[in-house]
C-alpha cells in the first residue's frame, strides 16, 4: 500500500511539473515573443510650453517629419531654431536631441499620448554656449496642430 501511495505521489509531481509546459503551448502558429508593433506616427507641427524647474516658461515649435522610428525636423525656442533627430517607438516614446547647434542644445524625452494628439516629457535647455551662459531642465508639453 505504501509504494502504491509513493506511485501516486510521484504521478501527480510529475503532472504538476508538466503543467506549465502544456499550458504555454499554443495553436497560434506563433514562436517566441511577439515583435514589437510599428512606431506611431507623429509627424507634423507641434506647439507647446518649457517650464524650467526653476520658474517661467517658453513658447516651442516642433516641425516633424518620419521615416519609420527616425525623426526629424526643427524645433525652435526662445529665440532660436535647431535641427533635430531622434526615434519614436511603437510605445509613443520619443526621444530627440539638437544637431550641429553652434549655441547652445535642446534635448528631450517625451511620451506620445495614445491619441497623437499629446506629448510631455522632460527636456533640458543649455545655453551655455550662447550669451546668456545658462541650463535649464524642466517639463516640456507640447499639442500637436496639424
Same mark, same amino acid.
Given at each position: 500500500?505504501?509504494?502504491?501511495?509513493?506511485?501516486?505521489?510521484?504521478?501527480?509531481?510529475?503532472?504538476i511539473?508538466?503543467?506549465?509546459?502544456?499550458?504555454?503551448?499554443?495553436d497560434?502558429?506563433?514562436?517566441?515573443?511577439?515583435?514589437?508593433?510599428?512606431?506611431?506616427?507623429?509627424?507634423?507641427?507641434?506647439?507647446?510650453?518649457?517650464?524650467?524647474?526653476?520658474?517661467?516658461?517658453?513658447?516651442?515649435?516642433?516641425?516633424?517629419?518620419?521615416?519609420?522610428?527616425?525623426? #526629424?525636423? +526643427? %524645433?525652435?525656442?526662445?529665440?532660436? &531654431?535647431? *535641427?533635430?533627430?531622434?526615434?519614436? =517607438?511603437?510605445?509613443?516614446?520619443? !526621444?530627440?536631441?539638437?544637431?550641429?547647434?553652434?549655441?547652445?542644445?535642446?534635448?528631450? #524625452?517625451? +511620451? %506620445?499620448?495614445?491619441?497623437?494628439? &499629446?506629448? *510631455?516629457?522632460?527636456?533640458q535647455? =543649455?545655453?551655455?554656449?550662447?550669451? !546668456?551662459?545658462?541650463?535649464?531642465?524642466?517639463?516640456?508639453?507640447?499639442?500637436?496642430?496639424?
Amino acid at each position: 500500500m505504501e509504494r502504491l501511495s509513493l506511485k501516486a505521489l510521484s504521478a501527480l509531481l510529475l503532472l504538476i511539473l508538466l503543467l506549465p509546459v502544456v499550458a504555454c503551448d499554443s495553436d497560434d502558429g506563433n514562436e517566441g515573443p511577439t515583435a514589437p508593433g510599428p512606431p506611431l506616427f507623429i509627424a507634423g507641427l507641434w506647439n507647446g510650453t518649457f517650464t524650467p524647474d526653476g520658474g517661467g516658461t517658453a513658447a516651442v515649435a516642433l516641425e516633424l517629419e518620419q521615416s519609420g522610428r527616425l525623426v #526629424t525636423g +526643427l %524645433v525652435a525656442v526662445g529665440g532660436l &531654431t535647431w *535641427a533635430i533627430e531622434g526615434s519614436v =517607438d511603437s510605445l509613443g516614446r520619443f !526621444e530627440w536631441d539638437t544637431e550641429g547647434a553652434t549655441c547652445g542644445s535642446f534635448d528631450a #524625452t517625451m +511620451l %506620445v499620448d495614445r491619441s497623437r494628439t &499629446t506629448m *510631455a516629457g522632460s527636456a533640458q535647455l =543649455d545655453r551655455f554656449a550662447c550669451l !546668456e551662459g545658462r541650463r535649464q531642465r524642466g517639463d516640456l508639453v507640447l499639442q500637436k496642430v496639424r
